[in-house]
């Protein structure tokens, strides 16, 4: 693991936390609040924030190390959305489709949770492999 790793590391977190605020913290969250059988009241779960700023770095790490521990000389871009697309479907369709069998959650806001984190797991895919992508490209 060397400086850029770290570096990686770092704004992925920061994009990623930002990215999950706009998804679950504006777009879905007058969603969520219809559902106080399913969520945390804000206040409760702001007592909470530390755990999610730990899955969040650990995320972010484990994001960064499973790329470059397959980054290959094909183009950046390509390989960043591709990159994505198999992190969203490993994760987050998988989980969102789990969570959407196990508890009384809106089919629409699953479908929702699956295309906005989705897309942001891509768009993450495709930071991480600019980030990483050899000087000369």
Wanted: charged fraction near 10%.
């Amino acid at each position: 693991m060397n400086k850029k790793f770290f570096i990686c590391w770092l704004i992925i977190f920061i994009a990623w936390m930002l990215g999950s605020f706009l998804i679950h913290g504006t777009l879905l969250s007058a969603e969520y609040s219809q559902l106080p059988e399913l969520f945390r009241p804000e206040a409760e779960a702001q007592q909470y924030f530390p755990l999610m700023l730990l899955a969040h770095i650990i995320m972010a790490g484990a994001f960064v190390w499973i790329y470059m521990r397959g980054v290959n000389n094909s183009a950046w871009l390509g390989q960043g959305i591709r990159y994505g697309l198999a992190i969203a479907l490993l994760g987050v369709v998988s989980t969102y489709t789990i969570y959407y069998v196990v508890q009384p959650m809106p089919g629409l806001l699953t479908i929702k949770q699956i295309v906005f984190d989705g897309l942001l797991v891509v768009l993450l895919g495709t930071l991480v492999a600019y980030l990483y992508k050899p000087a000369n490209a």
